[in-house]
């Protein structure tokens, strides 16, 4: 069956610093891979998607990376502020392009003023 | 804001009660999933998805757990005979079609069974 593991221990980062998260998986050949924020007693909200195709993405302080070689995929947050402390998942879609996805059991990130 | 709501924020039952959670959709959104998290662990656990009113998939989950989609984008999760276990945060998430990727979710309702 599908696995996904991502850093198990929350990160502790200081402030201004790049935070890096990683998402491995097994057993699958996903389509894209997603990566979603939730907060304490939260609904995941929607952060990036990067395809199988694509190498990288970014959004403002965000940058995804896919390597479909590794089964790997690295989440970065620069310079990181203490509102950017929350849980990241990845999530792979479970049959291509039907929205069913599986979550990884996300890293918690804690940035220190 | 996703534009997603969820009713009630929280509940509590007694093993073996049933019950209905609901769901506002986003306008638009013809799919809706629903989701299990156990609360404070873990990674959300599909249940199901609903589009167009009808059963698109299923996790594994047993036959007790059901839902229905309704035209005006709101839908319902039903659980019978509800068991301890069933106490989780139960997240509703739509998407504009069954193949589009992005998951909008709501705030969840959680759920206490005693």
């Known amino acids: 069956s599908q696995k996904i593991e991502q850093n198990s221990e929350a990160l502790n980062i200081q402030e201004g610093k790049t935070a890096t998260l990683t998402c491995n998986y097994t057993?699958?050949?996903?389509?894209?891979l997603q990566w979603y924020r939730q907060d304490p007693g939260r609904g995941p909200v929607f952060l990036l998607l990067i395809r199988e195709n694509e190498k990288e993405k970014r959004k403002e302080r965000l940058k995804v990376t896919f390597d479909t070689t590794l089964k790997q995929s690295l989440f970065h947050i620069t310079a990181s502020q203490p509102a950017d402390s929350a849980t990241y998942l990845c999530a792979l879609d479970i049959m291509s392009n039907t929205g069913k996805l599986i979550f990884g059991q996300g890293t918690t990130l804690q940035v220190k003023p | 804001e996703t534009g997603v709501t969820q009713s009630p924020t929280h509940l509590i039952k007694t093993r073996g009660q049933q019950v209905t959670l609901r769901c506002s959709s986003q306008?638009?959104?013809?799919?809706v999933s629903w989701y299990q998290q156990a609360l404070g662990q873990g990674p959300p656990q599909f249940i199901f998805q609903y589009y167009r009113e009808e059963e698109n998939g299923r996790g594994n989950f047993p036959p007790r757990f059901s839902g229905l989609q309704f035209p005006n984008y709101s839908s319902e999760l039903n659980v019978n005979a509800l068991e301890l276990d069933d106490s989780a945060l139960y997240l509703c998430?739509?998407?504009?079609?069954?193949?589009?990727?992005?998951?909008?979710f709501g705030s969840g309702t959680q759920l206490s069974v005693l």
């Open positions: 057993n699958y050949s996903p389509a894209y």
């Open positions: 306008s638009g959104h013809n799919t």
């Open positions: 998430a739509s998407s504009r079609d069954r193949g589009d990727e992005k998951l909008f």
